[in-house]
Structures are given as structure tokens and as C-alpha cells.
């Protein structure tokens, strides 16, 4: 099993989080702390699990490369393991990884 540090995490994360955003930019305008905030108590209100609990008991911890996230994203829609927004149908890792920047400090 791979680890990585959380400075790669976080970067993964960012990136992740900006695919996401512009996904969701079209379906409501709001400021993006807010919209963070949302998206966070909406999956804990679904999924019983804070995302970093999610994320820290899931394979992206051993996923380095922006392709094996991909190829998790990717898996997860084939094994109908789904976060919806606003209409927006996300990946849980994908979900999870836009939750984690609105959970409370």
C-alpha cells in the first residue's frame, strides 16, 4: 500500500474540488464558501460519514496519479456509488473530496 503525504492529499483534493465546481457553477450561483457549507451538510445529512472519514477508509488514499482518481471515479458511477446535487450526479469520491472543504474548522 502506497502513502502519501497530506500536502500531496490536499493537492489532490484542490484539483478535484475545481472539476467539481465548475460542474455545479451552471446549476446555482452562490459564493463558493457557502456552496462548500451546502455540499458538506448534504453528505453528511446522506452519506452518515464525514468525507474525511469517507476518504480516509477509501483506496484514494493509495491513488497518487489525477488517473487513478479518475479510474475510482470511474468505478464508483459503475457500482452506482453516487453523491446528487442540485441534479448533479458526483462520483461518491468526487462528493466527498468537494465536502471536505466546507466541514467546520
Do not use: C
Request: glycine share 6%.
Amino acid at each position: 500500500m502506497r502513502h502519501i503525504s497530506r500536502r500531496i492529499f490536499m493537492g489532490l483534493i484542490a484539483g478535484a474540488s475545481t472539476v467539481v465546481l465548475a460542474k455545479l457553477n451552471g446549476l446555482e450561483k452562490a459564493n463558493n464558501a457557502n456552496e462548500y457549507t451546502r455540499i458538506y451538510k448534504k453528505w453528511v445529512n446522506e452519506k452518515n460519514v464525514e468525507p474525511e472519514v469517507f476518504l480516509s477508509q477509501s483506496t484514494i488514499r493509495e491513488a497518487v496519479e489525477s488517473s487513478e482518481i479518475e479510474d475510482l471515479i470511474i468505478d464508483d458511477f459503475h457500482n452506482n456509488r453516487v453523491f446528487i446535487i442540485d441534479g448533479l450526479v458526483l462520483s461518491e469520491v468526487e462528493g466527498a473530496l468537494v465536502a471536505t472543504l466546507g466541514a467546520p474548522i
